[in-house]
């Protein structure tokens, strides 16, 4: 039964018939791929547009409506070898690109005015100590002023709103030193160029918001570039149900269009993907992403279901009761955000810089001027003097610090398979000293693995692999898988409930329960020495072989285990499956403190129990029960098999079967902070130095413009050491 | 010293050149996608690819967020 796919939902239309389709495509990742499905897909008629974008993995389609099916670009895409998606970017991330091409737009301008400026300033600067007249000298000031006014009020905007925002709340933040300094700098400028004077501060003030803007776009681009890269991951995995659009008829839509009351068919080996009661069909449910319970339960008329659980046996009808607020879901994110809401309270290291830099810098300012008066100059010069005090302190290799580190980070651990949700979770994956994992999907594989491939003999193993591609059902797909096989058998049927069988070579084939095979004795010997193992049977003539069938551990979790103790950081198993497959995994792994049988709410409370003994905890997880205990936690992960709401939640993402990331960007993060603590140092360093020549007033405009560049540039250039680390560790 | 006359005023014009030329990159997501526009630059054989109908509008659109 091949249900018609169904993707209006995604399509925009644009008008003069037009019709305009984003696809999230997978395994893009070079200038060959680029071409390669550019042409592909410009080759098919009525396409007007297909272009790539290789930063966000992202194709864009446009073609004459009515033309073609949305579907038929999924299709070739998968000829080309390529897996594709329709996409529609979620609303945080349209504005999350429209703030970075404002922040773009702002830099680009406040760079302009900082240039000019500055050709205006050297004649300034040389004329002042030759044979400037002084109307010259005030020609240029105006001029500068003219550039520099407007500039500054169009490219300041992203500080002087935060600013004000933060003072109507009554607080301040980082953005409120740098706007008074820059608006103070800017009135003084323009007072000092009335009175004829021979320094202005025009040139300081662009050149500070264009570092700033600088170091601001790079925080911003980097979690944008995560971001778009963690929205196509959810979009792969496909969301979709299939819905009764009449009442035998199926049609695939995705989530967006099913709606309570809706009656979707839950096919065997098919994840639902909306919370319902099954009105009709029998069959066994495996809620292991719920629940982490990883035996199968059974389901009937009348059994709730929950999004997120895997169909073994037989299909199902579903009556919808919720497709995105469910019953289940809405009590998970109820604890969810709770939890995000206690996390909110964390103080970023750039905060608490800027917390302790801003009355010190306005105390310093004020003790200048109030001294220099009492030493007996005029107000106005102790005015120019404290003056330039702000202006030299003004956070600009601050605000380049922590962003600079960020970005080069990112993009360290991007190559290295890790994907960063949040810029503060370096700082806070720094801290971990205690690590909690989820066992279902997290320690172990997500997917079924045949464990004794090994007593298999190859040639059997194949042809009971090529017979298994005839099968829906999990445990058959494991050994598909397992075998690599690519070519089904012909003339397959099915016995329902029982497996599959099928002629070869005039004997007969048989997959599926042991007794459908013949096979009890060696399924029972199998079970008495593996009980959390499922069975299949397979039967060729009169050899009967049976292929045991379980989660397996990802192939590094002891490596990585044993590392993460090495290192000193103490690890525990948080998991809602039952006691005996819990406490197999944690001997394999020789973890000593583990739990089984935890429900979400049982994961918040031993997690803040944690933290109340005082340990920073890195939880990894990937199921929907484990979403709150993420959010709760100090920073957490999670694999990219994760569920969409986990992954949401998590502050990095891990990509690959191997467990060896969550190690190594540990160790990388730890890393990351010393680089972020020496670029404050640097920082401050440089303010222990400048501010002395500006308390006593022999700042020059030209002082502080090369004490400001070059303090920025050490700071960019400390970050990019970031790099080396990423070797290292790769 | 006649000659700033003219000078200031060249210069001028010339940065505010670029600076409009950068807008309109901008605006005509030129920085969108800077890996990508990298490679198409040294490909051998590309397709003619014009920019998408959806972007021009959606910048044509575009305000400062709020």
């Not at chain 1, 037009?18 to 410009?42: P, T, Y």
């Not at chain 1, 298994?468 to 999990?474: N, R």
């Not at chain 2, 505010?16 to 990508?36: I, R, T």
């Amino acid at each position: 039964m091949q249900a018609t796919r169904d993707f209006s939902h995604y399509v925009r239309h644009l008008g003069s018939g037009l019709a305009h389709i984003d696809l999230a495509v997978e395994g893009v990742s070079c200038a060959g791929c680029m071409s390669k499905i550019e042409r592909g897909l410009s080759a098919l008629p009525d396409v007007t547009l297909a272009r790539v974008n290789l930063t966000d993995r992202r194709v864009a389609l446009e073609w004459k409506e009515g033309a073609l099916d949305p579907v038929s670009f999924i299709d070739r895409l998968a000829e080309l070898g390529y897996k594709a998606y329709p996409f529609e970017p979620v609303r945080a991330e349209a504005v999350e690109t429209a703030q970075a091409s404002f922040l773009l737009r702002c830099l680009g301008v406040a760079a302009f005015a900082a240039m000019n400026i500055m050709m205006l300033s050297i004649p300034v600067w040389s004329g002042n100590v030759t044979d400037m007249i002084p109307e010259q000298r005030d020609f240029f000031h105006w001029l500068s002023a003219l550039i520099a006014l407007p500039a500054a009020a169009y490219s300041g905007q992203p500080f002087f709103r935060s600013a004000w925002a933060a003072l109507r709340a009554r607080r301040t933040n980082m953005d409120v030193p740098i706007s008074i300094g820059i608006v103070l700098a800017l009135a003084m400028s323009v007072m000092e160029t009335i009175h004829h004077a021979e320094h202005a501060y025009f040139d300081a003030a662009l050149m500070l918001l264009a570092f700033l803007l600088a170091g601001r776009y790079l925080d911003q681009s980097m979690r944008r570039k995560t971001r778009a890269v963690a929205g196509n991951l959810a979009a792969l995995r496909g969301e979709t149900a299939t819905k009764f659009v009449g009442t035998d008829e199926i049609s695939v839509v995705p989530i967006a269009a099913v709606h309570a009351g809706d009656i979707v068919l839950l096919r065997p080996g098919e994840r639902a993907s909306v919370d319902g009661v099954v009105i009709d069909g029998q069959s066994k449910i495996d809620q292991s992403l719920i629940t982490g319970e990883t035996m199968p339960a059974k389901a009937g008329p009348g059994t709730a279901v929950y999004a997120g659980t895997l169909n073994l046996s037989g299909a199902l009808r579903v009556r919808v009761s919720a497709a995105s607020e469910g019953t289940l879901l809405a009590e998970i994110s109820r604890l969810l955000d709770n939890a995000v809401q206690a996390r909110s309270r964390y103080v970023q290291l750039a905060d608490r810089a800027s917390r302790l830099y801003a009355p010190v810098v306005h105390a310093a300012a004020l003790l200048t001027m109030l001294g220099w008066v009492a030493y007996g100059v005029t107000w106005h010069d102790a005015i120019v003097i404290a003056i330039s005090v702000l202006i030299i302190t003004c956070p600009c290799a601050l605000g380049l610090a922590i962003p600079a580190v960020q970005t080069v980070v990112s993009g360290a651990l991007f190559r290295t398979g890790v994907l960063l949700n949040s810029g503060d979770a370096i700082e806070r994956l720094a801290d971990v000293d205690r690590v909690v994992f989820d066992k279902t999907g997290t320690l172990t594989l997500p997917e079924l693995d045949v464990t004794n491939d090994v007593d298999i003999p190859g040639d059997v193993f194949e042809l009971a692999g090529r017979l298994a591609l005839a099968s829906h059902h999990p445990v058959a797909a494991a050994v598909a898988r397992a075998s690599g096989a690519k070519t089904p058998l012909a003339g397959i049927e099915e016995a329902a409930g029982q497996g599959v069988r099928g002629t070869i070579d005039g004997l007969e084939v048989r997959l599926g329960r042991p007794s459908f095979c013949g096979a009890d004795q060696i399924a029972n010997d199998i079970l008495c020495r593996d009980p959390e193992a499922s069975v299949v049977a397979f039967r060729h003539g009169e050899t009967r072989y049976v292929f045991a069938v379980r989660q397996r551990l990802r192939p590094d979790a002891a490596d990585a285990i044993a590392t993460l103790f090495k290192t000193g950081i103490q690890v525990e198993i948080l998991s809602g499956d039952r006691e005996p497959a819990v406490r197999h995994a944690a001997g394999q792994l020789g973890i000593h403190e583990w739990r089984a049988g935890v429900t979400p709410a049982d994961k918040i409370a031993r997690i803040e129990e944690l933290k109340r003994q005082g340990a920073k905890v890195l939880m990894v997880g990937d199921g929907m029960n484990d979403a709150p205990a993420l959010a709760a936690a100090h920073v957490s992960m999670s694999p990219v098999s994760a569920t969409h709401l986990s992954q949401a939640t998590a502050d990095l993402v891990f990509l690959g079967d191997r467990l060896a990331p969550v190690v190594g960007a540990i160790g990388f993060a730890r890393k990351a902070l010393r680089l972020m603590r020496q670029n404050l140092w640097l920082a401050a360093g440089y303010n222990a130095l400048a501010v002395p020549l500006a308390i006593a007033g022999l700042a020059t405009p030209l002082v502080a413009a090369a004490a400001m560049s070059g303090s920025s540039l050490l700071v960019i250039l400390n970050a990019l050491r970031a790099h080396r680390g990423a070797r290292e560790f790769g | 010293m006649e000659v700033l006359v003219f000078l200031v005023p060249l210069a001028l014009t010339l940065g505010a050149l670029g600076l409009m030329g950068f807008l309109w990159s901008l605006k005509n997501g030129q920085y969108d996608d800077l890996e990508g526009a990298g490679w198409r630059a040294i490909a051998d054989d590309e397709p003619a690819v014009e920019q998408p109908v959806y972007f021009r509008q959606e910048a044509d659109a575009g305000r400062p967020p709020r």
